[in-house]
């Protein structure tokens, strides 16, 4: 391993974001892959677009060979102070409001508070318009 247990911070590690010195965090360590940008099979973007966070997700997503794992030990640098790194937060779907089943009832009165007068009204006009026609 070419790291002494050097100890980094998020800080540290983001200030190396470039194609001319770039590192990664994965899995807590810290790796100075500026040798291996132009072999690597996805290409520098991929890594360029790591820096100044936790890779793992990253590189874990992908599912990488053994013998990729083991590569990385050539580029080995130190570790990262967890400390520094943002927490996850759980996905927390937004809140909506709960389905009430009662408004269906709700909704049925206030049609029948409504319809209910219409339809005296119109059978009290039919009646006065037939009664008045005999």
Partial sequence: ??????????????????????????????????????????????????????????FEDVGHS????????????GEIDSSTIPKKTAYKPPKQPHYNQDKTSEFIIKLLQFLVPLAILGLAVGVRFYTKSA
């Fill in 66 to 77: 053994d013998s990729a794992r083991e590569m990385m030990n050539e580029y080995y640098v």
């Fill in 1 to 58: 391993m070419g790291g002494d247990g050097k100890v980094f911070t998020l800080a540290q590690v983001s200030e190396h974001n470039t194609n001319k010195d770039c590192w990664l965090i994965i899995n807590g360590k810290v790796y100075d892959v500026t040798k291996f940008l132009e072999d690597h099979p996805g290409g520098d973007e991929v890594l360029l677009s790591a820096t100044g966070k936790d890779a793992t997700d990253d």
